[in-house]
């Protein structure tokens, strides 16, 4: 772990659910910054330069998808993790996910600790 | 001049006769040179010109009116080119099935009927024997001319006892010729060489005569045409004659004898049987179509002149006008010139009488007797034997009966008329045949009993305009009849039928017994199905042309006999040597060997069917060959049978069609309504997923916060807050979600119907309304309202209208603008019928291709606010299934930025 606190970037539609990942991410010392679609992802991506991204699927518009495509194809994001969440459970979904470049895949409602962990071991060991 | 010269230069003159016509048929090879030329032919046809012609036509321009004499030869002269057509073709016909009289010609055409056939000769019958009398009569009176000279004239008209001796000798000649030279042999083909011949000589002989008497008048007694001409019309009595000024006669009179006597020269039995059945070659009709008109204008050259010169040396009229040609020669003392124009009448009384007699006997044996022998078998009854020996017994019966039956008339009534009338009057009679002869030869859609009706029609009229009234004249019948009409009704007069007034007796009855005739002609055809016969002879008869170039391949169906049949019955009809002539001819040409034939194709059929047609006629000839023909011609059952048969194979093939129809269309059917499970599958799986993502987001945030704060007891207290409101709306909006699930499930089974009621859909929008104006203000929206003061009742469920009510106005709070919000509600009633209500905000619109969409479920835009979906996407969906379920509708109407109208209407509910 770098001295430089792990930035995070949270997307999500749904602000109460921003509202909760927030909270975890900034308990466990994370540096956040948060968009509600997927156009707003993009340009807070290329401001912010995250470590992560904590990407949700559906979203009107631009979903989490094509926000992880259009970012995979720019150098400066190389070596930023993508964690998919997803209200969309089923097993092609996930396969889906991974497809598009997911480092991780985790399914609504999510459980707070597997959250957190995962995002501190991405950015503990990339 | 002394009876016996007179006698024996007449018996002299009959005896030439007898000699001409037996040397021609014992020389068959000269006398063929002779006969069958257009020369012979076209002076045969002159058969036309009998003692009427010879006597009458000069009696008949000497007096008023007496120019029509003219209409009689007028009519075949102008009919004569026509020949070339109608002639022809009736000939080619006529010899194609072996056709020898004019009513086996009509019987023919309109399938082979027999009754046809005895109709068309009883009205020859009728109308002909007293046109055969008649001439008994110019006979007789000539005959009286001669031998009473120096006495008055009208003494010897008036020896009555003398006129029935010569009347009777003169018939009983004239029946040994008419058998002697009309049944000497049964010919198949009714050819009697020696007959024509002989016809021909006398046709000859009346015009020298004739012109003889013509030339004596005009240039012995007067300096020709000029000197005579003028000294007649010095005279004001007899210029006032030939003047067509001052004549009766009208042009409707004119028109009428024209016509009847175009069809006389056609139709007469006589003239069919001289210009039809006697003739060898039909291209002799192109050379007589001139001649022949020649003829008649030779013949009459002098009529009129010889009448001028008549009535100049008889002004007083003691003497007769018919006698004229006699009187004039005899008052001269031209005693030589008397008999030679004697003799010229002579030859045309007796070439009509024979001819006629024949043509009669003709059709009274094959169209009357025999069929009726056969009918009640008779004749068949004595199965073998030649019985061609008994046909020319009973042709040689009718020829006496006939005879006796024309003096017996001759004796009655005879004496009471000119010769011009009786002729007129058998002419009318005859002019009946023309509409079915016409039509058999132009017509296809005539049937039988169009021709029976026409017939029966026409001859009716002739009977009761014509025969009844001259026999009332006569004093057979009551004068009353006349006078008063039939029964006493004046429309029923014979004269005037109809009250139509015409100056001329057979003119009338001309023109309404073929205005009738033909009518119902044309009109009982056009409403009868004809028979399979009489279609099949109608194509033979009407397309002649294509069927005699094709042969004998006409018939509809093969028939097929055993040979020995044939062979029996053209013996048993025809005589065993004419009969075996016949086989021979035909073995020869088609080289057959007979002693090996056992069956006879349709063609020896045919040709056997059409030599006992000339024989017996056709209608006894195809019954006879009935009984031994394999397949008859098929029935009219058998043809409809046939048609039904085809009728249902079509009906069968075009059920199959439609059924295949339908069965495409059912499988297009299955294809949609499979398509529509899939589609109602994917739905299904969309509603899942959406539903479970719908509820998933907020359970996310639900679990995540609860987790939170339960991890963090020590949180701050605006923290904990702030968390706990966002769990509690959450849960608030899974409620929701899970309340309007339900809603579809229910609206979509359709269970609300049930609980409808009366209700004021008025009351129901402004509390709707009121509800949520808490939330407009919040919002700080802007409302404009339009409600109605009175009631607007509506039959429903209120809380589903509500629900409808709510969702439009708060879509629009949702969709509005963001910073000035916008909201009209206006309400009315639209129509008697119809209630409105329209919601419209100033959002950004709804753009064309989504104003559909929006009412499926779970759909949605996102909103103007938040920018993203404010709902669960089924509102829209919900409100327009409870509208259905009302009877009522919702629809969208929006531009992009120009915000969205939602209009639902709804029926207005009437007490």
Not at chain 2, 133 to 159: D, R
Request: glycine share 6%.
């Amino acid at each position: 772990m770098s001295d430089k606190p792990t930035k995070v970037l949270l997307v999500d539609d749904e602000p109460n659910i921003l509202v909760a990942i927030e909270f975890l991410m900034v308990q466990n010392g994370f540096l956040v910054e948060m968009a509600f679609d997927g156009v707003e992802a993009i340009e807070k991506a290329k401001a912010f330069l995250p470590d992560i991204i904590v990407l949700d699927v559906m979203m009107p518009e631009m979903d989490g998808y094509e926000v992880a495509n259009h970012l995979r194809q720019d150098q400066a994001f190389v070596n930023t993790k993508i964690i998919f969440l997803t209200a969309r459970g089923t097993e092609t979904d996930r396969m889906n996910g991974y497809g598009k470049g997911a480092e991780i895949y985790l399914t609504k409602p999510f459980d707070n600790n597997q959250l957190v962990s995962v995002v501190q071991e991405l950015a503990t060991y990339g | 001049m002394s009876t016996s010269i007179i006698i024996i230069s007449s018996l002299v003159y009959l005896l030439l006769l007898f000699l001409i016509a037996y040397l021609v048929d014992a020389y068959p090879k000269k006398g063929k040179k002779l006969v069958d030329n257009p020369y012979t032919y076209a002076l045969s046809l002159a058969v036309y010109c009998t003692a009427w012609t010879f006597y009458g036509s000069v009696g008949k321009a000497a007096s008023p009116g007496g120019i029509t004499f003219l209409c009689t030869y007028i009519g075949p002269v102008l009919i004569a080119p026509l020949w070339i057509f109608i002639l022809k073709k009736i000939i080619r016909i006529s010899k194609s099935q072996g056709l020898t009289s004019i009513a086996d010609f009509i019987s023919s055409r309109y399938g082979k009927s027999t009754r046809l056939g005895v109709v068309v000769t009883l009205v020859s019958f009728f109308g002909i024997v007293p046109y055969i009398s008649i001439q008994l009569k110019a006979v007789s009176s000539s005959f009286g001319i001669l031998t009473n000279e120096g006495k008055e004239w009208n003494e010897a008209l008036n020896n009555a006892s003398f006129y029935d001796e010569n009347a009777f000798i003169i018939a009983v000649i004239l029946t040994i010729f008419t058998i002697f030279f009309g049944t000497r042999k049964l010919d198949p083909n009714e050819r009697h060489g020696g007959l024509v011949a002989a016809i021909a000589f006398e046709s000859i002989w009346k015009l020298f005569a004739f012109l003889a008497i013509g030339i004596f008048v005009t240039y012995g007694i007067y300096n020709g045409f000029g000197d005579l001409f003028s000294k007649a019309y010095a005279h004001p009595e007899i210029s006032s004659i030939f003047s067509f000024k001052e004549s009766e006669v009208d042009s409707w009179t004119w028109t009428w004898l024209i016509i009847l006597s175009m069809t006389a020269i056609l139709f007469l039995p006589r003239q069919f049987h001289v210009a039809v059945v006697e003739n060898k070659d039909a291209n002799y009709v192109d050379k007589a179509a001139w001649l022949f008109p020649l003829y008649l204008l030779l013949i009459n050259i002098f009529v009129v002149p010889i009448a001028c010169g008549g009535l100049l040396q008889f002004p007083g009229g003691e003497v007769e006008a018919d006698n004229f040609v006699l009187s004039l020669p005899l008052y001269y003392g031209k005693d030589i010139l008397a008999l030679i124009v004697y003799l010229g009448g002579l030859s045309a009384a007796t070439s009509m009488v024979v001819v006629a007699i024949i043509a009669l006997s003709i059709m009274i044996s094959n169209n009357l007797v025999i069929p009726l022998l056969i009918r009640t078998g008779i004749v068949q009854e004595q199965s073998s034997g030649d019985l061609s020996s008994r046909l020319i017994t009973i042709r040689r019966i009718s020829i006496i009966v006939i005879m006796l039956v024309a003096y017996i008339y001759f004796k009655a009534v005879g004496a009471g008329f000119s010769l011009v009338s009786i002729g007129l009057i058998s002419f009318a009679a005859i002019a009946q045949f023309m509409p079915v002869m016409l039509g058999a030869l132009y017509w296809k859609e005539a049937t039988e009993k169009g021709a029976m009706a026409g017939l029966l029609t026409g001859a009716f009229i002739w009977v009761v305009t014509l025969a009844i009234p001259t026999m009332a004249e006569v004093g057979l019948l009551s004068e009353n009849i006349i006078t008063e009409g039939y029964f006493g009704f004046s429309v029923l007069k014979p004269y005037a039928l109809f009250g139509m007034e015409s100056s001329d007796h057979i003119a009338h009855a001309a023109f309404w017994s073929l205005l009738l005739n033909t009518g119902m002609f044309i009109g009982v055809s056009l409403n009868t199905v004809p028979k399979q016969i009489e279609i099949t002879q109608a194509n033979l008869f009407v397309d002649i042309k294509k069927y005699t170039k094709k042969g004998s391949e006409y018939e509809l169906v093969k028939r097929e006999a055993q040979y020995r049949d044939i062979e029996n019955l053209l013996h048993r009809f025809l005589g065993k040597k004419t009969a075996q002539k016949i086989l021979t001819t035909y073995a020869k040409s088609e080289n057959i060997n007979l002693e090996k034939l056992k069956t006879a194709n349709a063609q020896l059929v045919n040709l056997a069917e059409s030599h006992l047609a000339g024989a017996i006629g056709t209608a006894s000839a195809k019954f006879l060959l009935a009984s031994v023909v394999k397949e008859d011609p098929i029935s009219l059952e058998e043809m409809l049978s046939i048609l039904d048969e085809t009728h249902e194979v079509i009906q069968y093939s075009k059920a199959l069609e439609k059924k295949s129809e339908e069965l495409l269309s059912t499988t297009q059917q299955l294809k949609a309504a499979n398509e529509q499970l899939k589609n109602f599958d994917r739905l299904k799986a969309d509603f899942i997923t959406t539903v479970t993502h719908e509820l998933r987001t907020p359970i996310t945030s639900i679990k995540a916060l609860s987790k939170i704060l339960s991890d963090n007891k020590d949180l701050d207290t605006d923290k904990r807050t702030e968390f706990l409101n966002i769990i509690v709306s959450e849960s608030e909006r899974i409620a929701r979600l899970i309340n309007q699930v339900l809603d579809l499930e229910k609206v979509q089974s359709g269970r609300t119907k049930s609980d409808f009621k009366v209700l004021d859909f008025n009351q129901l929008t402004q509390l709707a309304f009121k509800s949520l104006k808490a939330l407009f203000k919040e919002k700080n929206i802007e409302c404009i309202t339009a409600f109605p003061s009175t009631e607007l009742l509506v039959e429903g469920n209120a809380d589903r209208l509500t629900q409808v009510v709510v969702n439009l106005l708060s879509n629009a709070i949702k969709f509005c603008d963001p910073e000035e919000g916008k909201v009209k509600i206006s309400l009315q009633a639209e129509s008697p019928n119809l209630i409105v209500l329209k919601v419209s905000d100033n959002g950004a619109g709804i753009p064309l291709e989504k104003q559909q969409l929006i009412f499926e479920q779970f759909t949605q835009l996102n909103s103007q606010r938040t920018g993203k979906p404010a709902g669960s996407g089924l509102g829209l969906y919900i409100s327009q299934k409870i509208l259905k379920q009302h009877r009522g509708k919702i629809s969208v109407q929006s531009k992009k930025n120009q915000g969205a109208t939602f209009i639902a209407s709804l029926p207005l509910y009437h007490k």
